[in-house]
């Protein structure tokens, strides 16, 4: 039985209708990292080193004291020839030429971060074979032969199976890795690897509403849009009880993907409205940074670029949470955060390079119950701006 993973992003991506020159993509949340398929192939059953040393020996079922404590021959003998059927048939697939195509794909994509149709082809393949693998673990696989008297010997099997096939063989992760190459294999194909190829030649990235998430999302998704190292903005934190111990501002810079980036800079329009905050303006201050080609269209943002964290100690200073048996809610950040200008936007919000004022009453009903006819005049600027690049 093959596990589903915990991906749980919400997004959507594709080329404008009206131009399809321009690439659309907007999400709900700071999340992207988890597509990340980087850390699910960097497991050691990548290298397996001796594939032909199978560990679990057929002497070591033969010669097993608890299966020579079955009494009865018939089942001693049906029990020992179901066992050295499941072994086998997992040492076959530990060597099988599907899960070596699997790993010879999954070390070129670790190199490259190219999600290729070879890649894709050897992940389902391999999971078309290891679906057909008898389930080892499950005391069901073994109903036909389970006694009292055998159960000893099949609670040893399977511990001995999970040893070799989990730990040894590190089959676990090739579980997760097959999966996580099935699951993202879109958004590296339709997103990721466009922009790095070159494809995606104009883009409006969609952070209406979106409140915030994952700093992570910085290193694997955002700096792939980023062509030059630069400063973004300054930070500082306390380092000390006193009121006024803080840390000098500290730059904060970004650097293009090691791998994934855009060969060159592209027009890139920034959607923003009042929900807009956190990680989403973080978006807008790192990639505004990278020159005049990038800019923001739409409404202030929220003005929560702060840190926080919900254990009081960090950073000495700064907490999120209920204290006071729930008395009281507590917001306080860690540290402070100010743009390159020197301008600390929190409570404020960034000002977007072209205003687009929010919808009225009237658009928002006519959103719900006529979206066929609904005039988003955000998009419509960043569509006529992008258009004339």
Request: hydrophobic letters at 35%; glycine letters at 6%.
């Amino acid at each position: 039985g093959v596990k589903k993973s915990d991906l749980s992003i919400t997004y959507l991506m594709g080329s404008v209708k009206k131009n399809p020159d321009i690439y659309y993509l907007t999400y709900d949340s700071f999340s992207l990292y988890l597509s990340d398929l980087t850390k699910f192939l960097s497991s050691k059953f990548l290298n397996d080193s001796n594939p032909n040393e199978l560990g679990l020996r057929t002497r070591n079922i033969e010669n097993n004291p608890l299966l020579g404590r079955i009494t009865d021959l018939t089942v001693r003998e049906n029990v020992k020839v179901l066992t050295r059927d499941i072994q086998s048939k997992w040492d076959a697939f530990i060597i099988a030429p599907e899960l070596n195509v699997f790993r010879t794909q999954c070390r070129q994509f670790m190199a490259t971060e190219i999600m290729s149709d070879d890649l894709l082809e050897a992940a389902r393949s391999a999971l078309i074979k290891y679906d057909e693998l008898p389930v080892y673990y499950e005391e069901e696989t073994y109903a036909t032969v389970l006694t009292p008297e055998s159960k000893p010997y099949i609670d040893w099997f399977i511990s001995e199976m999970e040893q070799y096939v989990g730990n040894e063989r590190n089959m676990n992760d090739f579980e997760t890795a097959v999966i996580a190459v099935i699951e993202r294999a879109s958004f590296y194909q339709n997103l990721l690897n466009p922009l790095h190829k070159g494809t995606i030649k104009k883009l409006i990235l969609d952070l209406r509403s979106n409140g915030g998430g994952a700093l992570k999302d910085l290193q694997f998704f955002i700096e792939r849009l980023v062509t030059k190292s630069t400063i973004w903005s300054y930070e500082r934190t306390k380092e000390g009880n006193g009121r006024f111990d803080y840390t000098p501002w500290i730059p904060q810079k970004t650097k293009p993907h090691k791998l994934g980036g855009i060969p060159s800079n592209i027009p890139i329009a920034i959607l923003t409205d009042n929900y807009s905050a956190s990680m989403s303006e973080i978006t807008v201050l790192l990639l505004k940074s990278q020159g005049n080609h990038v800019i923001s269209i739409g409404d202030y943002t929220y003005g929560a670029t702060a840190g926080i964290t919900s254990d009081p100690a960090d950073f000495n200073g700064g907490v999120v949470g209920n204290i006071a048996d729930n008395w009281f809610y507590f917001y306080m950040p860690f540290s402070a955060v100010k743009d390159v200008n020197g301008e600390i936007i929190e409570g404020v919000g960034i000002k977007p390079d072209i205003y687009v004022a929010p919808p009225t009453d009237a658009e928002v009903t006519q959103m719900e119950n006529a979206p066929d006819t609904f005039v988003d005049r955000v998009m419509e600027a960043a569509v006529n701006h992008l258009s004339s690049k």
